[in-house]
């Protein structure tokens, strides 16, 4: 904890330092009609006439300007068909705040020609924020994930997902037409970036076009506008890779695309056995989710799997673990059948082999228990995955839309390992096969300009059976039969069938009234079949470890909600009825439930000034269990591990209580954002366990009281003088709860967790830029004893581009970990990747070299409230690769 401390007294020296001696120059922009004038500029001049500091009015005609020296100056503002104004104003010592609003007078003028040759890097335009692509191009960017890392503001993880301070952007678009939905990393870790003009950021994003002003939206969506070259043609690229040091490595990409007025084209392929990850997280294609959002009836809806087999992965880059052989064929068209029709078609097909290779030692410690485990799991997961999507959308009339979606998944999934476990060695197999079928339809009427509303309805049906096998027996402690071998079948299907209503009424005032009911209905059955054999034949189905359930859930829900606008204040009412009628049928026995409850919330924005904002909530929740909480038989979840639920019906209730505190606005030098969350459960599900060497076994429990807290924050600052963007990103969440272990009385476990690190990033125009950072991770568990460790993990990559020709990018890594002995505590990666254009936008030829340090193994360090353990994972290791990139 003292380190935490040194980190918070530094950057609140920084901040500090930051402040000091700041001038600070505000006011609004008007027309002589009272107008406000958004994005007109505001230049100060010193008395050389020259431009000290500029800046723009946002969209309420508000401006700031910043300075740091006193003197007289002269404060210019411009705006495209209004006369100039100018003032003079001397900043001195006793007065750091100056208010100056402007009115300009209208002016016309017989333009004969107009030539405009200059761009600005950043135009803000209302609720968009247009990035000129060229601007924050340093010239080795290769797909836009690549370019969309310069851009200030936008945070890219390792795993590709694009967030706008703590928020994750709805949809990457090109031209204004959606592909991917949530899925869209498939486009910007695959799609070259040459054809991008710009990059437009829209905030207060609505998904339905006829919702926008109306729904109070704080979404964010990317549009990528293409360079007119690249528009009605089409083009792509191909790039083969083969290693030239090492064995069977090879990337072999290609995309073809052509973006037109009335159709628009986007096929991709990616093969690759080099740890590239070219899709994410594939569910985000499958099943993307929005919460709380008009017309997003169902999508909360999914099968969860009981068991997976072996793929835990350490913190650390993808390519660097993901032992892969991928195989990716996507087809994305865009169809305007007329001026009112428009359909979207998506095809996807996945193949993928991923080889695990992992050590553990787990040292378990529980009341009087203590034992020691060792695994060496050596494991490969197969997978075909084809996914396909239809987008309707139909324009009835202006204000009038019907859409339909429609989709259909299959994945399969096969897996096999080989695990020596303490002395035995364990065969597993293990098999899964989802299958999805999806159907939506929306009707949307924006009756009056103020007033819209929604019909929805959603059919959803999807089921994945599981087969799991181990050749060995090892729970002689639990049963008696003579058996050397186990199988297990389990399969959980669900239905989904809703309809729901939804009612937006904007009033003149800016007060929102909505107004939703709907009803949802859910099916599920689990059917579970744990069995002992003897070689091939069956000795038992053993009692308590079998399930054959069927849970039904109708909800029929009112909600209401009135936001009240208070000029700088905005105050949210909301109450949401519920009525449900559950009913459990398990073998024999069969129970109903006909529970009803109210799910009220309040909220306060208040923006205080053109800076600052704060955003609160307060909501009291109920929650009504799942499938997966109910049943009563054990189910085996792990080679050595069972579950079971509670066996009857359960509502759990909690509250919580969100603060945001925003400060500044995009084009602005610094920018910082902090969230707050604080949770309270009632009662919440925990676990009675028993754990043994062979064994453990687990039945879930409900207890009363838990608490979660959660702090983060954000800092973005750039420093003009040095082109460099400054990151400081703190984070820190407290939690406790309880259990029972091993028949001990009840007892509580803390957890404490704490990341805090920096980055700095430069926008040179010139040959060499730098990206350099450090994040530490605190963990802390506390029980009867207390466990704690911190890591960190520092990176420094560098940018050299000799010509337009030829560049050298270096990315290099270190790791520490503060557990694990001096011999193993340190790990060091270097990249680099070189790229001689012999023909430009033509051919490129390029050589990439990964872990050049050849670390071939990885360990990491983890507590919990019941062991700690130790994990040593092989890594992809050194290869050079040549690749050739050809455009046409």
């Known amino acids: 904890m003292g380190r935490i401390k040194k980190i918070l007294f530094i950057i609140s ?49 508000d ?25 003079e104003i001397i900043l001195e010592n006793g007065i750091t705040i100056k208010t100056l609003d402007f009115i300009l007078n209208a002016k016309t003028t017989e333009l004969k020609e107009i030539i405009l040759e200059t761009t600005r890097p950043i135009t803000i335009e209302g609720d968009k924020i247009i990035f000129d692509a060229k601007s924050f191009a340093q010239g080795n960017e290769q797909v836009v994930e690549d370019l969309l890392k310069k851009i200030p503001g936008l945070n890219i993880d390792a795993n590709g997902t694009i967030k706008v301070g703590n928020q994750e952007v709805e949809k990457v678009m090109i031209d204004g037409d959606d592909m991917f939905e949530k899925g869209y ?86 093969l690759n056995n080099l740890g590239y990850d070219a899709v994410g997280d594939i569910n985000h294609l499958i099943r993307p989710y929005r919460s709380n959002e008009a017309g997003s009836l169902g999508d909360d809806q999914t099968v969860n799997n009981l068991l997976g087999l072996g793929s835990a992965h350490p913190n650390l880059k993808q390519k660097r673990v993901n ?49 020691t485990n060792s695994e060496d799991f050596v494991g490969r997961k197969t997978t075909i995955t084809g996914f396909g999507k239809m987008d ?16 259909f998944n299959k994945t399969n999934e096969k897996n096999r390992s080989d695990l020596l476990f303490n002395t035995d060695l364990l065969n597993e197999r293990f098999s899964s096969n989802n299958q999805l079928f999806d159907q939506k339809i929306v009707f949307t009427n924006k009756f009056k300009d103020n007033k819209v509303f929604l019909i929805s309805s959603r059919y959803i049906n999807e089921k994945t059976p599981q087969n799991y096998s181990v050749n060995q027996f090892i729970f002689d402690d639990l049963f008696t039969d003579n058996a050397n071998n186990t199988k297990q079948f389990s399969e959980n299907q669900m239905q989904f069938a809703g309809v729901e209503a939804h009612l937006l009424d904007k009033k003149k005032n800016g007060d929102l009234l909505e107004v939703k009911v709907g009803n949802q209905l859910r099916f599920d059955n689990l059917n579970t079949r744990f069995e002992l ?36 204040f905005t105050l949210l009412t909301q109450a949401d009825a519920h009525q449900l009628f559950n009913k459990l049928e398990n073998i024999n026995n069969q129970s109903n439930q006909n529970p009803f409850f109210l799910i009220p919330k309040v909220g306060l924005d208040w923006k205080i000034d053109g800076k600052n904002k704060i955003l609160t909530s307060y909501s009291y ?44 606005s995009w084009g602005d030098k610094f920018f910082a954002n902090t969230f707050i969350l604080y949770s309270k459960n009632n009662d919440f599900f925990s676990n009675n366990s028993i754990i043994t060497q062979n064994f453990s076994q687990s039945e879930k429990i ?150 050049l340090f050849n670390t071939e193994t990885f360990r990491s360090y983890s507590i919990s409230d019941i062991n700690i353990s130790k994990t040593e994972y092989r890594l992809q290791p050194r290869y050079v690769l040549l690749k050739m990139e050809y455009r046409f």
């Open 702 to 851: 409900i207890i009363k009281d838990r608490e979660f807290l959660s702090l983060s924050s954000n800092i973005d600052r750039y420093f003009k003088p040095i082109k460099t963007n400054l990151k400081i990103n703190l984070g820190a969440t407290k939690t406790n709860f309880k259990n029972i272990v091993n028949n001990s009385n009840l007892r509580e476990v803390k957890n404490f967790s704490a990341d805090y690190g920096f980055e700095l990033r430069s926008g040179f125009r010139g040959f060499f830029n730098y990206h350099i950072g450090s994040k530490w991770n605190y963990n802390e568990v506390e029980t009867t004893i207390k466990n704690n460790f911190t890591d960190n993990m520092s990176f420094l990559d560098l940018s050299f581009m000799f010509s337009n020709k030829f560049n050298i990018q270096l990315q290099s890594e270190r790791y520490f970990f503060g557990n694990l002995d001096n011999q193993n505590n340190k790990y060091y990666f270097l990249d680099l990747e070189t790229r001689y254009v012999i023909k430009e936008n033509k051919l490129t030829l390029s050589l990439s070299g990964n872990n």
């Open 185 to 270: 990393k498939i486009l910007t870790k695959n799609m070259p970036v040459t054809p991008i003009d710009k990059v437009e950021l829209l905030q207060n994003y609505s998904n339905n076009k006829h919702l926008k002003d109306i729904e109070n939206s704080n979404k964010v969506a990317l549009n990528l506008t293409l360079k007119e070259d690249a528009k009605r043609v089409w083009f792509g690229n191909m790039q083969l890779g083969f290693s030239l040091i090492s064995e069977n490595r090879y990337e072999v990409k290609s995309n073809l695309m052509n973006f037109g007025k009335k159709n628009k084209y986007y096929f991709l392929t990616n």
């Open 63 to 87: 401006y700031i300007i910043q300075n740091e020296i006193e003197g007289t100056f002269t404060i210019s503002v411009n705006s495209m068909g209004f006369e100039q104004k100018s003032v």
């Open 323 to 371: 032992f892969n052989n991928a195989e990716i064929l996507s087809l994305n068209s865009i169809f305007t059948l007329s001026d009112k029709v428009k359909l979207k078609a998506l095809g996807f097909l996945n193949t993928d082999e991923n080889d695990y290779f992992r050590n553990s030692i787990q040292t378990f410690s529980v009341s009087n228990t203590t034992f």
């Open 533 to 568: 054999l003897q070689n091939e034949n069956n000795l038992s189905f053993p009692n308590g470890y079998q399930n054959n359930l069927s849970y039904s859930t109708n909800d029929i829900y009112l909600s209401a909600k009135y936001r009240f606008k208070l000029k700088n």
């Open 621 to 664: 929740n109920t929650t009504n269990a799942g499938i997966l909480d109910v049943y009563s038989g054990f189910v085996q979840t792990g080679f050595r591990s069972f579950s079971k639920g509670l066996d009857e019906f359960n509502q759990l209730t909690s509250s919580s209580a969100i603060l945001n505190y925003t400060y500044g």
């Open 392 to 407: 309707l959308t139909y324009d009835i009339s202006k204000n009038k839309t019907l859409e339909y979606t429609g989709k």
């Open 13 to 61: 020296i920084l901040f500090s330092t930051l402040s000091l001696a700041q001038y600070k120059i505000k006011g609004n922009v008007k027309d002589n009609l009272g107008k406000i004038l958004n994005s007109a500029s505001i230049i100060l001049k010193d008395n050389n006439n020259k431009i000290i500091k500029f800046t723009y009015t946002d969209n309420v005609g």
